[in-house]
């Protein structure tokens, strides 16, 4: 195997090995964009002049009249490591009843309340955005200890009109609605960082990932198998004038 060959097949494998996360990577950075330029995506409620997660239970969002009932159960949720770690007590288990102009547009789900004495009481659990001419309230279904594969969200859509329409988006099944993950990212109840399609993009950025990897071997692999390219059809050009 001559110089050139050896150098076309390291510089394959480098870029081989590098493609998938490119591809990845490029995907989620695509759909971003895409959704920026479609979409002007808001938090109805403000704090002291600043927008902020919802804090109250009734609101006018659009002409809209939306209520927020609490239904007690009964029940007191977990106390998490951060409570504990506070002093501070475990929250109430609630179902939330949502009302547009005076109707229940979904049926009602637990959450649990927050206890402490500062940040939204729903932080977490529920928001209400808008969407354009849109009014959008996304509410997580699953408990704060649930893994991640298996959480679940709704989305109850409000149109100009007042017509409502509701949708529910699993992790696993994110990918069939870019718009969804990105309400549910910005509306703080996807309790951790996710992406469009896949979470590369939310890890911690090091030297080695991204940088090293895939961005240089991808790079190195590329430029290799470009050189060797050229030195064997310099070489052949050479042997067949």
């Not at 996360?21 to 995907?27: D, I, S, T, V």
């Not at 007191?76 to 005076?102: N, R, Y």
Request: aromatic residues 12%; contains cysteine; hydrophobic residues 40%.
């Amino acid at each position: 195997m001559g110089k050139m060959s050896g150098l076309f097949i390291i510089g394959i494998i480098l870029f081989t090995i590098s493609a998938i996360p490119l591809f990845l990577m490029g995907r989620e950075w695509i759909t971003n964009q895409w959704i920026n330029s479609r979409y002007t995506i808001e938090h109805i409620y403000e704090d002291q002049g600043f927008p902020s997660h919802i804090d109250v239970q009734e609101i006018e969002v659009k002409g809209k009249h939306i209520e927020i009932t609490e239904e007690p159960t009964g029940k007191k949720a977990p106390v998490t490591a951060w409570d504990a770690g506070e002093g501070v007590g475990a929250g109430d288990i609630v179902k939330l009843h949502i009302l547009v102009d005076g109707r229940e547009v979904s049926k009602a789900d637990e959450i649990w309340l927050s206890n402490r004495n500062r940040g939204s009481r729903y932080f977490s659990w529920l928001d209400i955005l808008t969407i354009n001419d849109k009014i959008a309230i996304v509410q997580r279904l699953t408990d704060d200890d649930a893994d991640m594969e298996k959480r679940k969200w709704k989305i109850i859509w409000i149109d100009k009109n007042g017509h409502t329409d509701e949708e529910q988006i699993s992790y696993s099944s994110r990918s069939e609605n870019p718009l969804g993950v990105r309400l549910i990212v910005f509306s703080g109840t996807s309790l951790m960082a996710m992406g469009y399609y896949s979470d590369i993009l939310t890890v911690f950025p090091s030297i080695f990932f991204p940088i090293l990897y895939p961005f240089i071997t991808g790079l190195l692999g590329l430029l290799l198998c470009t050189f060797a390219f050229i030195r064997r059809e310099k070489k052949s050009t050479s042997f067949n004038p």
